[in-house]
């Protein structure tokens, strides 16, 4: 399953956010939550269209597409030198495919800043500065590694220059994300190392109920700095979310969220970002049985897209019949959208699109 990891310095409200995620099964019945882990829960991704699926089709089920959160909590300064449990830590974000970074931009004397002051700008850094400290170290490893060959290998003389470049840009202080490098290079040269500020990431700015929809001097300084990363950053209150997440009625919730101007939870609006940040795309399949969301990546195949409800039905692909989701809305069945020439039949080549209704045909 895709994985989000959830990292910040330790008191900036972490905890607080993936709990607030954890109780948000009290927000919608298509809103559940599982604790796997202590510290890994898998989150259903939002979406409309499935309640407007199962009132067409009727199915026993539905099943939403999910995607797992983890908090990684104890990265402090020296993680990367194995302070506390620093590099444990480091070892759960090579697993994640995305990074939810929370920044404190919040003031409360009540709640100790390890730092001693607020400044996410200044938190970012350190955070950052153990993460490109250990992708310093895996691309060292590989340029001795192809060092060693480079004198006669084309190839490993290339990648050395890559990979020295590279180390040069994490010695200034940078992340991986912001390197430039073409795609062949990169899949070549680099994907093989895992590097860690090479994964997406989402700045989660926690703020006061007040800043949800302005943000504050925080927030801007955030943005500043952040504003060559390409990253999503988003204002969220994990004080707020908490307090919604134990709000049973839907009504309560709307009423709350009116109130502070917004029309959507910051837990929503986070994790509709990470499905956009993994660039991701949904595809339906609609039987009397189940409806189901199924997740894919943008540019997918037919088959690929066929392969992640089971690797079987990859291998013995022989053709997809597909109807466009608007037009199953429009004429409200199967039948009736294959009556009206809406449904096509498509081979290996096609790139399933968001919102594809997809049924597959294929040999076992
Ligand atoms: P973590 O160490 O990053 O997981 O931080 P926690 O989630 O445990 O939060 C640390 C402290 O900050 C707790 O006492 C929280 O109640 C408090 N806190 C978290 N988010 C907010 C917030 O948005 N506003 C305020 N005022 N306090 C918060």
């Known amino acids: 399953a895709l994985q989000a990891g959830i990292v910040g310095l330790p008191n900036v409200g972490k905890s607080t956010l993936f709990n607030a995620l954890s109780n948000a099964k009290a927000q919608a019945a298509n809103f559940p939550f599982c604790t796997i882990e202590p510290n890994v829960g898998v989150i259903t ?70 730092d001693g002051s607020v400044n996410p700008v200044r938190d970012k850094e350190i955070i950052d500065t153990e993460l490109q400290l250990k992708d310093l170290e895996s691309v060292e490893k590989k340029i001795s590694r192809l060092e060693k060959v480079a004198r006669t290998d084309k190839d490993a003389a290339a990648g050395l220059e890559i990979l020295k470049a590279l180390k040069q840009h994490f010695e200034q202080g940078k992340n991986a994300r912001g390197f430039s490098v073409n795609e062949k290079d990169r899949e070549k040269y680099i994907d093989d190392i895992f590097l860690l500020t090479i994964k997406p990431v989402i700045y989660v700015c926690n703020v006061d109920e007040k800043s949800v929809i302005t943000g504050n001097q925080y927030t801007e300084a955030v943005k500043e700095a952040v504003k060559d990363e390409n990253a999503e950053i988003l204002f969220i209150s994990a004080a707020i979310e908490s307090e919604i997440a134990v709000m049973e009625s839907y009504e309560d919730r709307k009423m709350f969220l009116e109130d502070l101007g917004l029309k959507e939870s910051g837990v929503v609006r986070l994790i509709r970002s990470t499905y956009h940040l993994l660039n991701l795309a949904t595809y339906f399949t609609a039987g009397v049985q189940e409806v189901r969301a199924w997740t894919i990546h943008r540019g997918m195949s037919a088959p690929q897209a066929a392969g992640v409800i089971h690797t079987d039905f990859e291998k013995g692909f022989i053709r997809a019949e597909v109807i466009k989701y608007d037009d199953f809305l429009k004429y409200k069945s199967e039948a009736a959208c294959r009556s009206a020439g809406k449904l096509a039949v498509q081979g290996k080549d096609y790139i399933v699109e968001d919102g594809d209704i997809m049924h597959f045909l294929f040999n076992v």
């Open 45 to 114: 991704v939002p979406d409309e269209r499935l309640f407007e699926l199962e009132k067409l089709v009727n199915p026993q089920r539905v099943v939403p597409a999910t995607v797992e959160i983890v908090d990684i909590a104890g990265l402090v300064k020296g993680a990367s030198k194995g302070e506390g449990l620093g590099n444990q830590f480091l070892g759960n974000i090579r697993n994640t495919d995305a990074i939810i970074h929370v920044l404190r931009c919040f003031d409360d004397d009540n709640v100790i800043h390890v």
